[in-house]
């Protein structure tokens, strides 16, 4: 599929491809864009702009004239499709130029794109858009690369960029993206019209050509060339960051480490607002981390805006020492509460030392950014892919500083250049364009049982609502058959036997290293064994205990522990049964064990209320469609005892209800959801979803 060859990027263009999409040059644009996007050494989530120009008929005058599409506000060149571009009439864009009246005018501007809108159907425009539309080639690509941005941000950026490319390449000083920034590029092209692309101080690439293919390549070309200086520059060097200062932990210590800390940290971070975490301990982490430089590094803060906008200015480093007792919660807490309390202190100064009058109110002023010496990189945002992407942006830093002390010395934005951009009107309207929290965001759920019909529908709905999911279940195949349904920044999969201690240890520690904590526990795994006294064996008795009531039992004791580390409350809600509440034939084991889950709930909601952690069941009754409990031995026990046909069961528990409704595994998740999501005042109750049976009313 490859001509072309690179040793720092990927060259991934399929010819037979672009081929099929050679009649549409907005189809190859977006072709380009995804493949640029595909690579995180060239650009991050969410970072860098593409844009093509094309000729096109005006629906308002029937003559032919130019468009420019462009990736819209807030978009990711990675997944870019028809919906995320802006076109404009790249005429109208460039007679803005007539009414531009300077620095201060930046934000007016971004109102008049909107004029220039020749696609109704346009997502809001970027503020790239005149860097791009005041630039004559038909394809532009702007890009981060680590490379160019180690370039950028070093203290002599314009004398290496001579050094690579000669006078092939054009350097534009640090300015905020803005109309003023497209002259400047404009300018730029103007005074070296051979030129093949723009270096930005401490920002990024601009390359370009008339043809897609030509600027993707043009693109790759440049980056390979910059990333190839810097490795010959670091050949001299034998160490990076001043060198090793100490050795990291080893991979499964650093993991269980980062376990049990992070619902601590999660929620240090959470005090202002409910935080889901990610943990990153790569090579390129842990030389950081471990370096004599940290200290003097990590405080100068990232340098390219699309980092510094993910991770906030500056990361904390975390005053911790690998050996740490982190079963002494108390004593963890007295030595990192002070390191939190300083960042959100100093970060408070930042906001009131560089806000102006039309500055936007402060945000949350916890860290997003946690390193750990020896150990990693904790990350903590309002959802697991924020986090996630807060995490490799924050590599992407480190990446840059690597290369800046390479090849010079690193340099950041001075505090007033950055303040000016994390709060720039135009941020904020982005982020008030974000959609509306869901009722369950940033919340974490586990749920046993998720591969049944039950659990599955708990997750489904606890996921519909918001919530970041454990499916946690004792079929790893069914489980593994489940990972397609939803992102991994969403849901992850364990497997767990909850009749076993060590198992649920380690799926609440696996839980913990993958989302920072647990919120929500709900015990949905059972199973139901329908026989006679006579008939009923201790074999049975016990499996029906150890999966209904000592699971139960465990899973909220080591949930308890958890969630009171965290200080933000929780949920543990039991799926127990009617049969706990109403006598019935042939049920001696399975109606003891689900009484005793009802009952263990009402002394667990006495014992954890003054932690804010509410303790509930929902009571189902003949949820036969869809649940795997009725597959086999159970319903035809059940039916036997009834005196009817195994296929008739549905309708028979149907017309035993008062509403004659047939219940499904989605009615029980929507009893959860209420639990949880709505009734969030409720505490040791009970609630019925079985249609209404007068002899299961609890009160």
Same mark, same amino acid.
């Given at each position: 599929?490859?001509?072309?060859?690179?040793?720092?990027?990927?060259?991934?263009?399929?010819?037979?491809?672009?081929?099929?999409?050679?009649?549409?040059?907005?189809?190859?644009?977006?072709?380009?864009?995804?493949?640029?996007?595909?690579?995180?050494?060239?650009?991050?989530?969410?970072?860098?702009?593409?844009? =093509?120009?094309?000729?096109?008929?005006?629906?308002?005058?029937? /003559?032919?004239? /130019?468009?420019?599409?462009?990736?819209?506000?807030?978009?990711?060149?990675?997944? #870019?499709?028809?919906?995320?571009?802006?076109?404009?009439?790249?005429?109208?864009?460039?007679?803005?130029?007539?009414?531009?009246?300077?620095?201060?005018?930046?934000?007016?501007?971004?109102?008049?794109?909107?004029?220039?809108?020749?696609?109704?159907?346009?997502?809001?425009?970027?503020?790239?858009?005149?860097?791009?539309?005041?630039?004559?080639?038909?394809?532009?690509?702007?890009?981060?690369?680590?490379?160019?941005?180690?370039?950028?941000?070093?203290?002599?950026?314009?004398?290496?960029?001579? /050094?690579?490319?000669?006078?092939?390449?054009?350097?534009?000083?640090?300015?905020?993206?803005?109309?003023? &920034?497209?002259?400047?590029?404009?300018?730029?092209?103007?005074?070296?019209?051979?030129?093949?692309?723009?270096?930005?101080?401490?920002? *990024?690439?601009?390359?370009?050509?008339?043809?897609?293919?030509?600027?993707?390549?043009?693109?790759?070309?440049?980056?390979?060339?910059?990333?190839?200086?810097?490795?010959?520059?670091?050949?001299?060097?034998?160490?990076?960051?001043?060198?090793?200062?100490?050795?990291?932990?080893?991979?499964?210590?650093?993991?269980?480490?980062?376990?049990? &800390?992070?619902?601590?940290?999660?929620?240090?971070? !959470?005090?202002?607002?409910?935080?889901?975490?990610?943990?990153?301990?790569?090579?390129?982490?842990?030389?950081?981390?471990?370096?004599?430089? #940290?200290?003097?590094?990590?405080?100068?803060?990232?340098?390219?805006?699309?980092?510094?906008?993910?991770?906030?200015?500056?990361?904390?480093?975390?005053?911790?020492?690998?050996? /740490?007792?982190?079963?002494?919660?108390?004593?963890?807490?007295?030595? #990192?509460?002070?390191?939190?309390?300083?960042?959100?202190?100093?970060?408070?100064?930042?906001?009131?030392?560089?806000?102006?009058?039309?500055?936007?109110?402060?945000?949350?002023?916890?860290?997003?950014?946690? #390193?750990?010496?020896?150990?990693?990189?904790?990350?903590?945002?309002?959802?697991?892919?924020?986090?996630?992407?807060?995490?490799?942006?924050?590599?992407?830093?480190?990446?840059?500083?690597?290369?800046?002390?390479?090849?010079?010395?690193?340099?950041?934005?001075?505090?007033?250049?950055?303040?000016?951009?994390?709060?720039?009107?135009?941020?904020?309207?982005? &982020?008030?364009?974000?959609?509306?929290?869901?009722?369950?965001?940033?919340?974490?759920?586990?749920?046993?049982?998720?591969?049944?019909?039950?659990?599955?529908?708990? =997750?489904?709905?606890?996921?519909?609502?918001?919530?970041?999911?454990?499916?946690?279940?004792?079929?790893?195949?069914?489980?593994?058959?489940?990972?397609?349904?939803?992102?991994?920044?969403?849901?992850?999969?364990?497997? =767990?036997?909850?009749?076993?201690?060590?198992?649920?240890?380690?799926?609440?520690?696996?839980? =913990?290293?993958?989302?920072?904590?647990?919120?929500?526990?709900?015990?949905?795994?059972?199973?139901?064994? !329908?026989?006679?006294?006579?008939?009923?064996?201790?074999?049975?008795?016990?499996?029906?205990?150890?999966?209904?009531?000592?699971?139960?039992?465990?899973?909220?004791?080591?949930?308890?522990?958890?969630?009171?580390?965290?200080?933000?409350?929780?949920?543990?809600?039991?799926?127990?049964?009617?049969?706990?509440?109403?006598?019935?034939?042939?049920?001696?084991?399975? *109606?003891?064990?689900?009484?005793?889950?009802?009952?263990?709930?009402?002394?667990?909601?006495?014992?954890?209320?003054?932690?804010?952690?509410?303790?509930?069941?929902?009571?189902?009754?003949?949820?036969?469609?869809?649940?795997?409990?009725?597959?086999?031995?159970?319903?035809?026990?059940?039916?036997?005892?009834?005196?009817?046909?195994?296929?008739?069961?549905?309708?028979?528990?149907?017309?035993?209800?008062?509403?004659?409704?047939?219940?499904?595994?989605?009615?029980?998740?929507?009893?959860?959801?209420?639990?949880? *999501?709505? &009734?969030?005042?409720?505490?040791?109750?009970?609630?019925?979803?079985?249609?209404?049976?007068?002899?299961?009313?609890?009160?």
């Amino acid at each position: 599929m490859s001509t072309h060859t690179f040793k720092h990027v990927d060259y991934l263009w399929d010819k037979a491809h672009a081929q099929s999409l050679k009649d549409d040059q907005v189809a190859l644009f977006l072709y380009r864009s995804n493949l640029l996007g595909a690579d995180l050494r060239i650009t991050n989530y969410g970072g860098g702009n593409t844009s =093509c120009k094309t000729i096109e008929r005006d629906p308002l005058t029937n /003559e032919y004239v /130019e468009v420019m599409w462009i990736k819209g506000s807030g978009g990711d060149i990675g997944t #870019l499709t028809r919906k995320g571009i802006a076109g404009l009439y790249t005429k109208r864009l460039r007679d803005l130029k007539n009414v531009y009246q300077g620095l201060d005018d930046e934000d007016r501007m971004v109102g008049l794109f909107n004029h220039c809108i020749y696609d109704l159907e346009s997502r809001a425009p970027s503020i790239d858009t005149p860097l791009h539309g005041l630039l004559p080639f038909k394809h532009i690509d702007h890009l981060h690369p680590d490379a160019l941005i180690a370039i950028a941000a070093s203290a002599n950026s314009k004398e290496i960029t001579r /050094e690579i490319w000669g006078d092939t390449m054009g350097w534009v000083g640090w300015q905020r993206p803005g109309f003023d &920034l497209g002259l400047q590029l404009e300018k730029c092209y103007e005074q070296q019209p051979g030129i093949r692309g723009i270096v930005l101080e401490s920002h *990024g690439l601009f390359t370009w050509a008339d043809d897609a293919h030509e600027c993707y390549l043009n693109s790759l070309e440049v980056i390979e060339q910059a990333s190839l200086y810097i490795e010959e520059k670091s050949q001299s060097k034998n160490y990076h960051f001043g060198g090793k200062r100490v050795d990291a932990l080893n991979g499964a210590e650093r993991k269980l480490l980062a376990a049990q &800390l992070m619902p601590l940290l999660r929620g240090l971070c !959470s005090t202002e607002n409910q935080m889901i975490g990610h943990f990153d301990d790569s090579d390129v982490v842990l030389e950081f981390v471990n370096s004599f430089d #940290l200290d003097r590094l990590a405080p100068l803060g990232t340098s390219c805006p699309d980092h510094f906008l993910r991770t906030k200015i500056q990361p904390l480093v975390l005053p911790l020492d690998q050996d /740490e007792n982190l079963e002494d919660t108390t004593a963890l807490l007295e030595k #990192l509460r002070p390191s939190f309390e300083r960042y959100k202190k100093e970060y408070v100064n930042y906001y009131n030392s560089h806000k102006n009058e039309h500055s936007p109110n402060i945000r949350d002023t916890s860290p997003v950014i946690l #390193l750990y010496t020896g150990v990693g990189l904790f990350s903590f945002a309002k959802n697991k892919q924020t986090a996630r992407v807060a995490s490799e942006f924050y590599i992407n830093a480190i990446n840059v500083m690597r290369g800046a002390e390479a090849i010079s010395t690193y340099t950041a934005l001075p505090r007033q250049e950055a303040f000016d951009i994390e709060y720039w009107l135009l941020e904020e309207a982005k &982020l008030q364009r974000m959609p509306k929290e869901k009722i369950l965001s940033r919340k974490i759920a586990f749920v046993t049982g998720a591969a049944g019909g039950i659990g599955k529908a708990i =997750c489904d709905k606890l996921i519909e609502e918001g919530a970041h999911v454990v499916f946690a279940d004792l079929s790893e195949e069914r489980l593994q058959a489940m990972k397609d349904d939803y992102s991994a920044d969403i849901m992850t999969t364990i497997c =767990c036997d909850v009749t076993k201690t060590e198992a649920i240890d380690k799926a609440y520690k696996s839980a =913990c290293l993958y989302f920072g904590g647990i919120d929500i526990v709900v015990h949905s795994a059972g199973l139901a064994i !329908s026989k006679t006294l006579e008939d009923h064996t201790l074999e049975d008795w016990d499996i029906l205990q150890n999966v209904l009531v000592k699971a139960q039992f465990e899973l909220a004791q080591k949930a308890a522990g958890l969630m009171k580390i965290q200080g933000l409350g929780g949920d543990i809600i039991s799926i127990a049964s009617k049969n706990g509440v109403v006598s019935g034939p042939n049920n001696i084991g399975y *109606g003891t064990a689900k009484a005793a889950q009802q009952h263990m709930t009402r002394l667990l909601a006495a014992e954890l209320g003054k932690a804010q952690i509410r303790v509930n069941v929902v009571n189902p009754d003949g949820v036969i469609i869809g649940s795997k409990i009725w597959e086999g031995e159970w319903a035809e026990g059940r039916a036997k005892a009834y005196g009817v046909a195994v296929e008739d069961l549905p309708a028979h528990y149907a017309k035993r209800n008062l509403m004659s409704q047939i219940i499904y595994p989605a009615d029980i998740a929507d009893g959860v959801f209420a639990l949880v *999501g709505v &009734l969030k005042k409720s505490t040791g109750n009970m609630i019925n979803v079985d249609g209404g049976m007068p002899q299961a009313f609890v009160r």
